[in-house]
């Protein structure tokens, strides 16, 4: 019984390493720069103890277990090339999925709730949202055009919840707390990824068949959005 458990989880963690590998190449044929990410090792029993789950780094207190890339030269290894990206998912199967942004697109990352409400707000003013994915359940991530890089704008807005502005505005729109914008040497972890203890990234609506919009317009419906969370 025992045995046939352990065949299940393995058959189990082969295809969710499959599926990872198939997105990887499908966004490098979309012309998505893509990297091999950490990943969340099995659980490890130590005697006296529970399991333990961590990140495949092996980095003592790693700030963001299985949500970074492998490699330090990320930047360079992301690649378009699909023959590149499977090789890179034949030698690390368990890899998730990490793209770069700055280059094709830039991501705003904001707190889930904050991004169902302007995706329910889009949806009453008949504007495309463009891809977005849900990230370990508690980020949303919208994909736009990328604005390459500004040297007067940040690039990473504040994290926090809250909607006071924390960050310098952009011209006519309110600095928005709880939105992050990746653009250059930024990244962001894609769908089928997975971290320790959290439900597998997914897309709410699927890269291809939506285009990116602009960012600065899709700003104005997260400001909407922000401005409606705090009253």
Known sequence: MVETMRRGRRRAAGRKAAGRAAAAVSYAAMGWPVCAGAYPPPA????????????????????????????????????????????????????????????????LDVPAPLGLSALNLMAGADIEPGPVALSAGDRALFFVLTRGAPADEQEWWSCHL?????????????????????????????????LPGAVADRWLHEPGTNPLPDGVRLLEVLADACEGAAR
């Open 44 to 107: 490890r029993t130590h005697r006296g103890a529970g399991a333990v789950r961590g990140c495949s780094c092996d980095r003592i207190g790693c700030p963001a277990p299985g949500a970074h890339p492998i490699s330090a030269a990320w930047q360079v290894e992301a690649t378009t090339d699909p023959a590149v990206v499977d090789a890179m998912w034949a030698a690390r199967p368990d890899a998730n999925v990490i793209l770069a942004t700055g280059r094709v697109f830039d991501v």
């Open 162 to 194: 809250d909607c006071e502005p924390e960050v310098p505005e952009l011209p006519g729109l309110p600095g928005l707390a709880g939105v992050r914008w990746h653009c250059r040497d930024s990244y962001v972890m894609a769908p089928p990824s997975q």
